[in-house]
């Protein structure tokens, strides 16, 4: 289920509103142009490689560190002007979620509770509930296993109902059962009307999970939008083994259909185990294939195979990125 097909009334509230926020440090500009929306009942993912400015983007957001220039705005709160108010609608993981192993998961849901105003015995119980933790609660934490600690972490940040969950790398370390899980569980928050925002490593979790993307590439946002929008404007290749070679490959030249010079740098890491050595990648609309490969064959060339590659979030990221590695 996608955010098109939730409550109309909950997707088109915004709780999140970035705009134009910039951060220098020192004499270098670490985010350059940063600009999106997260909606209400929507996930949101956050992609981008090594020294984008993701981090930094989300310590912005939860108001560790102040923008340079830019406004962020959550639920109509300024966070630098309102952070009080703001950033009473946010819960956040931001890297490892911070418990304490000596005590139990209850324990550490009531000393946080203290913290916050009005969080009752009940909605303990009530986010306890919601995690799944029911029957290892009073249990020490140093315990748990690593997916049961996330949730806990999970429970912390919902205690105090936000309306905008942050999670950052939320998948790190967990098995794929554990993964699995998760993804589940922050559907469900989605689809009661939480609006959550997801960075993570894992681009096929995120093209599975997220309902709309932004990618971001030397501290500004390139692209945002549906995992399937982002795809549908993405490059189209195609893969071909053919006998001879050369004579194929001068064939399809000759025709004007382009060739990749360095698949490694556009195509994810399972397409490129399952190619031959002798493999020609070239971009091309799939409406040309047949004409092609009869083109080929009338030429005596011998078509062992062809393959249309479907895009992949990893795919359009590898382009946008120029081959960039995630962070």
Known sequence: MTANNRVVGEQQQTVLSVQHIKKKIGKKWIVQDVTFEVKAGEIFGFL????????????MLV??????????????????????????????IVENPEVYTYL???????????????????????????????????????????????????????????????????????????????????????????????SSHLLSEIQLLCDRVAIIS?????????????????????????EPRAG?????????????????????????????DHAIVTIMSPDQIANQVSRLVKQGISVESVQKINPTLEQLFLEMTEGEGIE
């Open 48 to 59: 981008g490689p090594n020294g984008a400015g993701k981090t930094t983007t989300i310590r």
């Open 63 to 92: 108001d560790l560190i102040r923008p340079t220039e830019g406004k962020i705005q959550i639920c109509g709160y300024d966070v630098q002007k309102q952070p009080e108010q703001a950033l009473a609608y946010v819960g956040s």
């Open 104 to 198: 139990t998961g209850w324990e550490n849901l009531e000393h946080f509770a203290r913290m916050m105003p009005g969080v009752s015995t009940a909605r303990i119980a009530e986010v306890v509930d919601t995690v799944r933790l029911g029957a290892r609660i009073h249990d020490k934490v140093k315990t748990y296993s690593l997916g049961m600690r996330q949730r806990l972490g999970i429970a912390q940040a919902l205690l105090g109902r936000p309306k905008l969950l942050i999670m950052d790398e939320p998948t790190n370390g967990l098995d794929p059962k554990g993964i699995k899980e998760l993804r589940v569980f922050i559907r469900k928050l989605a689809e009661e009307g939480m609006a959550v925002f997801v």
């Open 218 to 242: 030397q501290g500004r946002v390139l692209a945002v939008g549906t995992v399937e929008e982002l795809i549908a404007d993405g490059t189209n290749y195609v893969v071909w083994q053919l």
């Open 248 to 276: 194929g490959e001068a064939l399809l030249i000759a025709d004007g259909v382009r060739l990749v010079e360095d698949p490694d740098n556009v195509l994810d890491v399972a397409i490129l185990a399952g190619m031959g």
